[in-house]
Nanobody, 120 residues
Framework: QVQLVESGGGLVQAGGSLRLSCAAS????????MRWYRQAPGKQREWVAA???????NYADSVKGRFTISRDNAKKTVYLQMNSLKSEDTAVYYC??????????????WGQGTQVTVSS
């Protein structure tokens, strides 16, 4: 059983920073792409950032220059450093990863989400 668990969300003032973490656990053979998504109230879930196992990164235009995705492969953990936060960054942030579990093919897994609230 593979699990993704996010942490690090909270309440922050506009202009502030937060660092999210997402740790994978279980019978994992390999973790491929790791991503962050977010979903604001009344809106669809949107992709925020992604990082491959060899370090290639991509960002949504709305967060480029403010957010940084990184990962520690040994700890099976992905991070999202969020700086210069704006009220429009308020959302539930979800971790997503393409994981090859032991004896299984590559498939996507989701975390339970962590709330980020930016006050203006």
């Amino acid at each position: 059983q593979v699990q993704l668990v996010e942490s690090g969300g909270g309440l922050v003032q506009a202009g502030g920073s937060l660092r999210l973490s997402c740790a994978a656990s279980g019978s994992i053979y390999r973790i491929n792409v790791m991503r962050w998504y977010r979903q604001a109230p009344g809106k669809q879930r949107e992709w925020v950032a992604a990082m491959t196992s060899v370090g290639t990164t991509n960002y949504a235009d709305s967060v480029k220059g403010r957010f940084t995705i990184s990962r520690d492969n040994a700890k099976k953990t992905v991070y999202l450093q969020m700086n210069s936060l704006k009220s429009e960054d308020t959302a539930v942030y979800y971790c997503n990863a393409d994981i090859e579990a032991m004896g299984y093919m590559n498939r996507g897994y989701w975390g339970q989400g962590t709330q980020v609230t930016v006050s203006s």
